[in-house]
């Protein structure tokens, strides 16, 4: 079994209202206990806003801290997925459920090693 990564990425911004993200939250609850039952699920997790990120970049031989996101853009990882498929398909298929229940664009990746 590959490993796989199924990022969310989240528009940045203020978080729409409970009308809209309690159903999402559901949805979300119920794939991820779907997703265990399958035997799929490794861990799951949320983020912190990008406002409250670091970001360390080797400069000259020292290490500089910058506050705030990597990049510049209009969304941001909002949290992700950690999963184990017999390979990209199967992991892709878990990937648009995800995209589904979440109604935000997902990126599948494979752990490389």
């Given at each position: 079994m590959q490993r796989y990564v199924l990022t969310i990425y989240?528009?940045?911004g203020e978080p729409p209202g409970p009308e809209i993200l309690e159903p999402i939250v559901r949805d979300?609850?119920?794939l991820e206990e779907e997703m265990k039952a399958a035997g799929a699920w490794l861990f799951s997790g949320g983020?912190?806003?990008p406002?409250?990120?670091a970001v360390l970049r080797?400069?000259?031989?020292?290490?500089f801290t910058m506050d705030g996101p990597y990049?510049?853009?209009?969304e941001?990882?909002?949290g992700f997925t950690v999963i184990q498929a017999p390979g990209r398909d199967a992991a892709l298929a878990w990937g648009r459920r995800l995209a589904a229940a979440s109604t935000l664009p997902i990126e599948v990746r494979e752990f490389w090693g």
């Open positions: 989240q528009p940045d979300l609850g119920a983020l912190r806003p406002a409250e990120a080797p400069r000259g031989g020292e290490v990049t510049e853009g209009k941001h990882i909002g």
